[in-house]
Each structure stands twice: as structure tokens, then as C-alpha cells.
């Protein structure tokens, strides 16, 4: 097992490289240690101190949207959201790594690096070191019980992936809203789990203008966007999260398709990629494939 090369921002294929990282390999450990330095990571933690799960088994790892939830057999869960910079990385006894998240530390570099903020050291020697250069991301230690409601008090609309979307659904909202379909589809209320990346590639994929507003989305195209969602997620997931390095995209069999590619040429018809601001994010875009209707 080798590390992975390093992405830009966790979004939901990342957040569930992880979670799959800890179902794959952490569960069954029991928890030897646990060393929280930045004090501000258990954020609205309703139990403060991490120590109480030193001596609990990892039962299992589930996720909503990008938010993860590690259950202990202690009835105790660690609820963690790694924001824009999170990284997740364990290191295991033989000295192979799996690392996902944020390129910072570098995957193959020193561990714990000054922007590890957490560590939690489990009985066969497996680590892990959680590091945050931005320190957005936060955990919260709570009941097991509690954490169903906690997913569902964040709002988040339906999961991008794993589940069926409701095509009618998901069309009427549009038809409502003003704004860039770029911006409704980052909604997490609207469907979970889309970030900057992929919104720009199920754009790309269905033919849309990231500008356009979304009630002026066709019939067609509303339907066009809303199926390839979850291919384009599983795309990603296939790759651990799509590989961009200083906002830069290394394809793999052509995906990414537009993000992070200023300058090269599309896939599709061999137009260059332009790069714009769609409500403050940055987006990529193929003049060609993605013309804003007259």
C-alpha cells in the first residue's frame, strides 16, 4: 500500500476515501492514545476531552454529505468535518501510508508535520495524524445515538451518490431559483456532497453554462445534470478524489475534464478551457460545449 498524490480541497469522493480507509482497515483496533493540540478542534464537542475513547474498539465509520462519524464500542462517536484543509492519514506498522484529504503535509513526507493538530495511536502500532493547515476543519465527540440527528440537523438535501435522486424534485427547485446553476448545485441543502471541483465537471458533462441561471435551465438539461451527478462522483471516487495539485489537474482517462485545466484543450472538441468566477468560486468552463443560451 502506497500514499496517494496530493488533491486540493476534501470534497465527497475524498471525505469517502476516508471514511472506506477506516472501515478498511481501523476497525476491529482498539484505541491506545489520543493527543488533541489545537484546542479549538473539539468544536461544540459536547463531551471536551478526546481521552475518553483510549481504551474503545472502532466499530465502523458512515458519512453525511462531507461530515464523517467513527463509531467506538465505548457508545461514543467522533464526528469530524475537514473543511478546506483537513488530511487524514494513517500510517500503518510496516511503514506503509494511506492518505487522503488536503496535499498538505505532503502524503509521502514526515508525520506529524506542524499543521498535524491530532493524533490517535491504536494497540498494534497504527497511527493516525490528523492535520489541518487552515484549522477550519473540527471533531465532535458525542453518543453514538445522538449522531443520526446530528447529520440530520445540518439540512443537507439529498446524497449526491449512494442513493436515487428525484429528477421532478430536483427540476421544480431549479425552476425557482435565480441564481447561477453553479451555485445552487454547491448548495448542500439542494443535493449533499457537490463541491467546486465536481460541480464543474457535472456542468461540463451535461452541456451547461456554470453562469446560466438555473431556472433557465431546459427541461432537458435539468434532467442531463441531475443524472450525471452521481457519475461523476464515482469518478472521483475511483481516484480517491480528483487529482489537482496547485489548482492544476492531472487527468486520468480524462477526468477532470475542465477543472484545472485553463489553457488545455477540451476533450470533447479541442476548445482551451477558460477559467471565471462563478459567486466568488473559481470555475472551469468550455466555451464551446457550455455556450450560454441566447
Not at 462563478?278 to 470555475?283: A, E, L, M, P
Request: hydrophobic letters at 40%.
Amino acid at each position: 500500500m502506497t500514499s496517494r498524490p496530493g488533491r486540493l480541497v476534501p470534497e465527497l469522493p475524498e471525505v469517502e476515501t476516508v471514511r472506506r480507509s477506516i472501515e478498511d482497515h481501523l476497525v476491529g483496533l482498539t484505541v491506545a492514545d489520543v493527543d488533541v493540540r489545537l484546542e479549538k478542534l473539539l468544536r461544540d464537542s459536547p463531551v471536551p476531552d478526546a481521552s475518553v475513547l483510549v481504551g474503545s474498539t472502532v466499530l465502523g465509520a458512515r458519512r453525511r454529505a462531507k461530515v464523517l462519524a467513527i463509531d467506538f464500542s465505548n457508545d461514543l462517536s467522533l464526528m469530524m468535518h475537514l473543511k478546506l484543509a483537513g488530511q487524514w492519514a494513517i500510517l500503518f506498522p510496516d511503514g506503509s501510508r494511506l492518505v487522503a484529504g488536503h496535499p498538505i503535509p505532503k502524503p509521502d513526507g514526515d508525520y506529524p508535520h506542524k499543521s498535524t493538530h491530532a493524533d490517535i495511536v491504536f494497540n498494534d502500532g497504527t497511527l493516525v495524524h490528523y492535520s489541518d493547515i487552515r484549522q477550519f476543519g473540527w471533531w465532535r465527540i458525542m453518543l453514538s445515538e445522538s449522531v443520526d440527528a446530528a447529520f440530520e440537523a445540518f439540512g443537507f438535501g439529498p446524497e449526491g451518490i449512494g442513493g436515487t435522486l428525484d429528477v421532478s424534485a430536483l427540476s421544480a427547485i431549479m425552476a425557482r431559483r435565480g441564481i447561477p446553476i453553479k451555485t445552487l448545485l454547491l448548495d448542500q441543502s439542494f443535493i449533499a456532497g457537490l463541491g467546486n471541483i465536481y460541480v464543474d465537471e457535472v456542468l461540463h458533462r451535461a452541456k451547461v453554462n456554470p453562469a446560466l441561471p438555473a431556472k433557465l435551465v431546459s427541461k432537458a438539461r435539468q434532467k442531463a445534470i441531475i443524472d450525471v451527478i452521481p457519475w461523476v462522483l464515482e469518478q472521483g471516487l475511483k481516484q480517491g478524489g480528483a487529482k489537482i495539485v496547485n489548482s492544476k489537474a492531472f487527468p486520468i482517462d480524462g477526468f477532470p475534464a475542465v477543472h484545472g485545466r485553463e489553457g488545455e484543450p477540451c476533450f470533447t472538441c479541442g476548445t482551451a478551457i477558460l477559467k471565471t468566477r462563478v459567486g466568488q468560486r473559481g470555475t472551469y468552463y468550455c466555451p464551446k460545449c457550455q455556450r450560454m443560451p441566447r
